[in-house]
């Protein structure tokens, strides 16, 4: 059992560990994304199917691989429950849309990008969900075209072409991993390239989208998920145990974590959590904000005002009726979130994220002279004669006229 009593050398080294181990570099991710990234530029579709008959065990010809999503039938059951959780998702992103404003003869205009990669991972499973949480507020937003990025295995299911069908994505590139990102990012002969690659993966995935930063746009870096889970006295440690628990079925990489001023519920916890007594709730909400993790799921007496104190965090579920595990799926927020301390500056995936904005400036020429004078001083200041010169001709020329 993993239990630590804050404030001791013993814990002070484990949460030392656990931000050092978050901020590591995975250099064969790298080195394994920059020969995909080199492949897919010099080969195209030709690099990417033989990286898919040589990881999936899959031969595709590589005019084959980007397929059209096809007419299926499934289950009633999870038919309604993909609906249900389309519905809530929709219902929760709408109200994120930016809008357009103007300031007299200023604009600032706010347009979708045209076309968005989403990645859904296809390793252990086929994550039907991811495709929700990133197609819905691309669509939301207005984007034109929306590509599925996925595996092969995952690309065979009928449960995703539904949902494909269902969120109007046109386009399904069968190829995961760090070729996919390469593929989606630059282009192959069969598919034109994409704008920005949203969506969650594993390390070659995170490091292929860090390299590729600048040719596309991305939404975040992400690394193994993490749940933070404060609770005292009060709390059911069943729930907590299952919170814990879900979390960490994600892999052996996935961190999670008890912040509790009980002992007792301390002593309760599985051998895979780390399980720290506090001595208040401050400390925890501290640790939290120093840790800034992925999902934080509050059992304590007051969740919600522990929940609106904590500043870093990508999602807080306060209570015992809200399972982070639910909010992967069917409540509504999305679940592709910041991850490795990342909350500090990253947020939550949303509608935001696909549109791009511009500011459109047409002011008269009485205007423009009423600063210029300002700005002209200002560039001075800053040793830019050609800037001041710039403004000032047409400072002249309206005075001139005036």
């Known amino acids: ?20 181990r978050r901020s ?25 199917a033989a990286v898919i008959a040589k990881f999936d065990g899959v031969t595709l010809e590589p005019d084959a691989i980007k397929i059209a999503p096809r007419k299926v039938t499934i289950s009633a059951e999870m038919q309604n429950a993909i609906d249900l959780a389309i519905d809530r998702v929709e219902a929760f992103h709408r109200p994120q849309l930016p809008q357009s404003y103007r300031l007299g003869n200023l604009e600032h205009r706010v347009r979708p990008i045209r076309r968005a990669g989403v990645y859904v991972p296809g390793g252990r499973a086929v994550y039907l969900s991811t495709l929700i949480m990133t197609a819905v507020p691309a669509r939301i937003a207005g984007v034109e075209e929306i590509v599925c990025i996925t595996t092969s295995a995952a690309a065979d299911r009928d449960e995703l072409h539904y949902v494909c069908n269902r969120l109007g994505v046109r386009e399904i590139y069968r190829c995961g991993g760090a070729a996919g990102v390469a593929a989606a990012a630059l282009g192959t002969q069969s598919l034109a390239r994409v704008d920005k690659i949203v969506g969650p993966g594993n390390a070659y995935v995170t ?17 193994p998920t993490e749940l933070i889970v404060i609770a005292d006295d009060s709390a059911d440690a069943k729930f907590v145990i299952a919170d814990l628990l879900a979390q960490a079925e ?15 519920l301390a002593a309760q916890m599985p051998e895979r959590a780390l399980s720290f007594v506090v001595r208040s709730m401050d400390e925890a909400i501290a640790i939290t904000d120093l840790i800034a993790p992925e999902h934080l799921s509050i059992h304590a007496r007051d969740a919600a005002s522990i929940g609106a104190r904590v500043q ?4 807080i579920y306060c209570g015992p009726s809200a ?17 490795a301390g990342s909350a500090r500056f990253f947020s939550p995936l949303g509608v935001y994220d696909f549109v791009k904005r511009s500011n ?7 205007e423009l002279a ?7 001083r200002i560039a001075t200041f800053e040793g830019l004669p050609a800037h001041a010169a710039s403004m000032a001709i047409r400072r002249t020329a309206c005075l001139a006229t005036s």
């Open 1 to 20: 059992m993993r239990v630590f009593t804050t404030n001791t050398p013993e814990s002070d080294d484990t949460l030392r560990a656990i931000l050092e």
């Open 24 to 48: 590591a570099t995975n250099e064969n991710a790298l080195r394994v994304a920059d020969e995909m990234i080199a492949g897919v530029r010099a080969r195209g579709d030709a690099y990417v």
């Open 207 to 223: 490091a292929a989208k860090m390299r590729l930063i600048g040719e596309v746009g991305i939404d975040m870096t992400a690394g």
């Open 250 to 264: 994600h892999g052996a990489d996935s961190e999670v974590v008890l912040l509790t001023t009980s002992p007792s």
């Open 312 to 315: 870093n965090c990508g999602a």
């Open 323 to 339: 399972p982070p595990a639910a909010g992967d799926y069917v409540i509504g927020p999305n679940h592709v979130l910041p991850t």
């Open 360 to 366: 459109v400036i047409s002011i008269s020429a009485e």
């Open 370 to 376: 009423e600063v210029s004078e300002a700005g002209e």
